[in-house]
């Protein structure tokens, strides 16, 4: 990397996680730790449990054992709303937008977790509820500035294509100023050029405001090129973690993904 | 001339009492996708339950002695649509999150007979005179110098619907609540992710078409006692609905006038040739006739389907 950050203490930390649906193990004894303003990479072949793993972390899945512990406070079953509250955001690896909704208030419903007057304010749509409704809408621009994203304001989302779609997904993750952004295969579908702006972005936002971003991608190639560490996932077990580097030369990782027969299946 | 004008305003004023039941569909299509079927049994629900803090023959005379003031009795039914809301939230929405909206729609279903069962069972089924005091009668200035007959009543139901429709339109277009609404209404899971938690939201959304139950409720009740087949104006407010757009409150409210103004001219003008009864139907026709050309309706939020 070109430009240096300050890699900080241990902000994600996840414990001995396994879950299954019902006789079906997702995830076995897995453990890994995130620091702080770090680009952390989740990677393995289809159905190793990537996504599961992020569901697990902002609270979709509630795994059976183990434990996840984000900015000091260690919880097993924790509901996605609070772990928005918290500080987490993602995006999906389906996109999942409010399809009939405009660019502006999608983006607009990630500050939910920022606005606090009450319903009665708000019901009445006076006084403090106006006021706060102007601040989030300058946040909101700005946002929408970074990812170069104004002409399309005012748009239904159902109607963008696929790529701008997944960055008005960022944007709805962004503007909730997230401590831990996970993003579930941020470029699947995406053309070259498409891929070079979303990794622009991805580390702008690390560089620009620190975020601490975990993600699942399949492209080795921007994988291994935008991620201080890597973990590597295969049938729900951890087959390694450590750097780019590191990773890349470990032999149960280029077994998982050269298709070596598995001895315990 | 003259009676036509009549025929119409009445139409309209008709329309309005749809419109006031429409209105409550709309509200928790919107926020969860649900068709509640259990709807006009709501309305119900409210009038009796008002009927009964209020009225001299109500339990709550029989339990205290007393009757509750008409605000009183209000504020108090609402806390019992709230309660309603809670409690249909937390027995049947919470176990079907992430369900197909057919069986969301079953079980409003079975809401709506359990519902009218326990309407039944608890202020009994005889049909209760709902007198709050609002204007009734006709107005006298029209009928003095034009000859026009229409109800106070009527007049008072549209000034409480418009008040109502714009209330909801800006709650729903401006706040952080009615974006929230909106959301989960398109995606349950974006919606949990941006920390919107969908319990609260589903309270809020019922509660919501539970005050307007409770307003419908009022007028229908004032208008022809409280009664059981209140229940079977949730029929009406279907076509209603399929007119004006599932999502859309204006809609709600022009499609009540539409279908109520249609009904009425139709009966007067068309019935003599082909044997009357239109009223029954009309609406129904005109639905069909309005889902081959224009599903969506005349508000609905364009379907939009990328392929």
Known sequence: MAYERNIGETILSVDQISLSFGGVKALSNISFEVKEHEVFAIIGPNGAGKSSMLNCINGFYHPQEGTVTFKGQKRRRVRPSEAARSGIARTFQNIALFKG?????????????????????????????????AEHRTQVEKVIDFLEIEAIRKTPVGK?????????????????????????EPMAGMNLEEKEDMCRYILDVNDEFGTTVVLIEHDMGVVMDISDRVVVLDYGKKLADGTPDEVRSNQAVIDAYLGVSHDDE | MLFFLETVITGLLAGVMYSLVALGFVLIFKASG??????????????????????????????????????????????????????????VLRHLVNQEPIILFMATIGLAYFMEGLGDTLFGSDVKPLNIGLPNGAVDFLLDN?????????????????????????????????????????DHQAALSVGISLRTIWVIVWSVSGFVALVAGIMWGSKSGIQFSLSLIALKALPVLILGGFTSVPGAIVGGLIIGVGEKVAEIYAGPFIGGAIENWFAYMLALAFLLFRPQGLFGEKIIERV
């Not at chain 1, 920022?114 to 304010?121: E, G, S, V, Y």
């Not at chain 1, 008005?168 to 909730?176: D, F, I, K, N, P």
């Not at chain 2, 909801?168 to 974006?179: D, E, N, V």
């Open chain 1, 101 to 133: 909704m405009s660019t502006l208030d999608n983006i607009m419903t990630g500050r939910n977790t920022k606005m606090t007057t009450n319903i009665f304010w708000q019901a009445l749509h006076f006084g403090p509820a106006m006021r706060e409704e």
């Open chain 2, 146 to 186: 034009y000859n026009l007959y229409i109800e106070k009543l009527e007049i008072f139901a549209a000034v409480v619907a418009a008040i109502m429709v714009t209330v909801l339109a800006i709650f729903f277009q401006k706040t952080r609540i009615g974006r929230a609404l909106r959301a989960v209404a398109d």
């Open chain 2, 34 to 91: 649900v068709f509640n079927f259990a709807q006009g049994v709501f309305a119900l629900f409210a009038g009796l339950a008002l009927y009964d803090f209020i009225a001299e023959g109500g339990w709550f005379h029989d339990l205290f002695g007393f009757v509750l003031p008409v605000w009183l009795g209000i504020i108090a039914t609402m806390g019992v649509m709230v309660i309603v809301a809670w409690l249909v939230e937390r027995l």
């Open chain 1, 160 to 184: 963008l294509p696929y790529g701008l779609q997944k960055r008005v997904e960022l944007g709805r993750a962004l503007a909730a100023e997230p401590d831990l952004l996970l993003l579930d």
